[in-house]
């Protein structure tokens, strides 16, 4: 039985799906019997988001689209692992959070204009999150650890 795998970006730099593409590099042949990717923008060409037993999410909520996003990757994934600094924390995606009152004026009508939420959340201010891996990017080790613990768990059943 192959895990069904997702990996989604928010508002970030996509620097952990960049480690993860990395990762793939070294490791695909080896995991390419047990992982099935659903989704993943940097791999494949159609994505969509459906029932899987994983979704990895970097970035942070920044626009009403994410928020929709994110909201149906949870609905639809039995884990959601954040990856990253951004996922877990905020920094640095949401520095715009820390800005001064005049600045929030000043943007106010650009933000409002394409969609952007007043202001950025983490995964967990928003949905239910089940692991994280941190890092800005992530640590590639951890990530490995996390992806062979969960084969060796799926192999047992």
Partial sequence: MKLKVGFFSLTCDEGCSVNVLEVLNNKYFEWKNYLEFVNFRLIK???EIKEMDIAFVE????T??????IKKIREKTKKLIALGTCAISGPPS??????????KREIKEILEKFGFLEKCFTLKEVVKVDGEIPGCPIDENKF???IENLIKNARRY
């Fill in 94 to 103: 949401n520095l715009r959070n820390n800005f001064n009152e005049e600045k």
């Fill in 45 to 47: 060409s159609e994505n």
């Fill in 64 to 69: 009403k689209k994410d928020l929709e996003k």
């Fill in 144 to 146: 490995i650890q996390l």
């Fill in 59 to 62: 970035g942070v909520v920044s």
